[in-house]
């Protein structure tokens, strides 16, 4: 098998598999799917199989701070546009008899579903607990590999103009998408050469969280991470 390929193209066992995962026909793969790829070596590290017939995955959470004013409609319509036009968003990941494939619709799952939080009448030394226990519980939520959107946004007001996004995402296209785009798109910020007003201020895995945000946040203005 090529690094990518057509429905059509591929192997008839691989076809055959894709089909049941999905519950469909070959034509309607055809219209649905538009190319299915082998797995880069960072990203095959992150999938484990349990049980040899079952596929799980490591995920990520990262916290972003935005600061300046966050409006919800805009920030949904630069999610949508972002799903739209990046294949990294719209991928899934199948399990077959030969290996685990990248799968690459057409059209973004429906759900994209962001919740929004306001946490600006919380003390500032309860603001980093809040976070934990919403991260924590995320990361209990899990994903559908094959067929879910394998992103979730959440958003957190905790200042007049200041937001924490937390980004929970399965690790593999957290490998293959930078965030921050639409972040920037938001808040009209210039990309990529000015990232002063979005920053990256905690990445982790599976969301063991190693040391205090806000502890994270004070320092972020003078430590800002390349884009």
Same mark, same amino acid.
């Given at each position: 098998?090529?690094?990518?390929?057509?429905?059509?193209?591929?192997?008839?066992?691989?076809?055959?598999?894709?089909?049941?995962?999905?519950?469909?026909?070959?034509?309607?793969?055809?219209?649905?799917?538009?190319?299915?790829?082998?797995?880069? =070596?960072?990203?095959?590290?992150? *999938?484990?199989?349990?049980? $040899?017939?079952?596929?799980?995955? @490591? &995920?990520? %959470? /990262?916290?972003?701070?935005?600061?300046?004013?966050?409006?919800?409609?805009?920030?949904?319509?630069?999610?949508?546009?972002?799903?739209?036009?990046?294949?990294?968003?719209?991928?899934?990941?199948?399990?077959?008899?030969?290996?685990?494939?990248?799968?690459?619709?057409?059209?973004?799952?429906?759900?994209?579903?962001?919740?929004?939080?306001?946490?600006?009448?919380?003390?500032?030394?309860?603001?980093?607990?809040?976070?934990?226990?919403?991260?924590? =519980?995320?990361?209990?939520?899990? *994903?559908?590999?094959?067929? $879910?959107?394998?992103?979730?946004? @959440? &958003?957190? %007001? /905790?200042?007049?103009?200041?937001?924490?996004?937390?980004?929970?995402?399965?690790?593999?296209?957290?490998?293959?998408?930078?965030?921050?785009?639409?972040?920037?798109?938001?808040?009209?910020?210039?990309?990529?050469?000015?990232?002063?007003?979005?920053?990256?201020?905690?990445?982790?895995?599976?969301?063991?969280?190693?040391?205090?945000?806000?502890?994270?946040?004070?320092?972020?203005?003078?430590?800002?991470?390349?884009?």
């Amino acid at each position: 098998m090529e690094n990518w390929m057509k429905i059509a193209e591929l192997p008839e066992d691989t076809k055959a598999a894709l089909c049941k995962s999905y519950d469909v026909q070959e034509p309607i793969l055809i219209k649905r799917i538009k190319y299915v790829r082998k797995l880069s =070596a960072a990203e095959a590290v992150t *999938f484990r199989k349990k049980n $040899g017939d079952k596929l799980t995955a @490591s &995920v990520m %959470q /990262t916290i972003y701070k935005l600061k300046g004013k966050l409006l919800p409609l805009k920030f949904n319509l630069a999610v949508g546009q972002a799903f739209e036009k990046e294949d990294a968003l719209r991928c899934n990941y199948v399990l077959t008899d030969r290996d685990i494939l990248a799968v690459v619709k057409y059209k973004p799952t429906i759900s994209r579903d962001i919740s929004y939080h306001n946490l600006k009448n919380i003390a500032e030394d309860e603001i980093d607990g809040e976070l934990r226990k919403y991260m924590e =519980a995320e990361t209990r939520l899990g *994903f559908n590999l094959t067929k $879910g959107q394998l992103v979730r946004f @959440s &958003v957190f %007001q /905790t200042a007049e103009d200041e937001y924490a996004i937390i980004v929970t995402a399965v690790e593999a296209v957290a490998l293959n998408y930078d965030f921050r785009k639409i972040f920037r798109a938001v808040m009209e910020i210039p990309e990529p050469s000015h990232l002063a007003n979005v920053m990256e201020s905690f990445r982790s895995k599976a969301g063991i969280l190693a040391g205090p945000i806000k502890e994270y946040w004070s320092k972020i203005f003078a430590d800002l991470p390349a884009p």
